[in-house]
């Protein structure tokens, strides 16, 4: 993936989806830091809410509709409110939360799962009106091997833990920028 990220540009859009959640809590206007020239690219990303190192959400688009800065603001809302395996975040969760954003590139359809490196790559699998979709650092953080992220796969896009290697079934993978938080952001 040739689309990279500074440390400001990092930094402004773990602010936007911290903004974006707690003036949805707290039912006010909420004010975004100004957006560099990169963050209008047009480009899938994913927002993870962890609490106490569990996961606590995460919504996200992995084909780009908006620019990078829309996104993370809708994604962010969705993770902590719209998750349907979690409640609604609560106001005494949001300084437990820690964010992570994760930035897509575009997805690269592929014929052979040996070009599938764990940790690098994402996997979007789709058969029929099923698709399942998982980002490259779960396979890193479940300790999986290629054969265990693809069966997981499956099962999410709740296909068999083999339809992997059905001629119908189409992977695709991709790679990601991938960033978080190092503290949660108090109010």
């Not at 009106?129 to 265990?148: C, F, K, M, N, Y």
Request: net charge negative; with cysteine; glycine share 8%.
């Amino acid at each position: 993936m040739d689309f990279t990220l500074s440390d400001k540009e990092k930094d402004i859009l773990l602010k936007t989806a911290r903004e974006r959640i707690r003036t949805d809590i707290e039912g006010r206007k909420p004010v975004y830091p100004e957006a560099t020239p990169p963050l209008n690219e047009i480009c899938g990303a994913f927002v993870t809410l962890h609490k106490q190192g569990m996961l606590r959400g995460c919504i996200g688009n992995i084909v780009g509709r908006h620019p990078l800065i829309e996104t993370i603001i809708d994604m962010a809302h969705a993770s902590a409110f719209e998750d349907p395996r979690f409640p609604p975040l609560k106001n005494e969760e949001l300084d437990l939360v820690e964010i992570e954003i994760s930035v897509l590139s575009p997805l690269r359809r592929i014929k052979d799962v040996e070009e599938i490196e764990t940790g690098k790559h994402g996997i979007y699998m789709q058969r029929g009106l099923s698709g399942g979709v998982l980002l490259p650092q779960v396979a890193i953080e479940q300790g999986w091997d290629r054969l265990t992220f693809l069966q997981h796969t499956c099962r999410k896009a709740g296909l068999p833990p083999d339809a992997w290697k059905d001629p119908d079934t189409r992977i695709e993978i991709f790679s990601a920028v991938i960033f978080r938080e190092t503290d949660p952001q108090p109010g």
